[in-house]
């Protein structure tokens, strides 16, 4: 059976993994075993996958992403050149914690920038944005904006990845899309 995805001949794929179709992955990029990448994404130069992490579909890695198990993507994800996520809270090289991995959640449509570090077992809302080399240290809401070291929240994003600027009335209009969301108790909600 030919299969349905690309990988470029210096690509190492695991067993156990499952690809979707209309899936790319480039030069030098390693899938470790029992991983889930879903349909049409696309995994940079020099991506690791480690063991049993899950990409949804439309996920699309950029080069030198290290993505450690205990992450989880959900669809139409964007992680940013050299971005990382962490999975043990407080590794030391000389103790064994992998039974201690934390869980990391980026949710559906969330960008994470180059070079931006995601500290484990804090999730990444719905359609956010993760600044370029920001460190994440909390949970992320969803449409949130957020940058720095650590990251903190500077204002909202649409689902088409512009900053929403919200009205007297709580109302802001996404000037690509013309969606609309309205701002009710610091959350976004689109309309």
Known sequence: MEKEYFTHETAVIDENCKIGKGTKIW????????????????????????????LGNNVKVQNNVSIYTGVICEDDVFLGPSMVFTNIINPRSAIIRKDQYAET????????GANATIVCGNNIGEFSFVGAGAVVTKDVPPYALVVGNPAKQTGWMSEFGHRLNFNNEGIAVCPESKEKYKLENNKVVKF
């Open 27 to 54: 030069h030098f990029t390693h899938i470790m075993s029992d991983c889930i990448i879903g349909e049409k994404c696309s995994l940079g130069q020099n991506v690791v996958v480690s063991p049993k992490v899950v």
């Open 105 to 112: 959640l980026v949710k559906k449509g969330a960008s994470i």
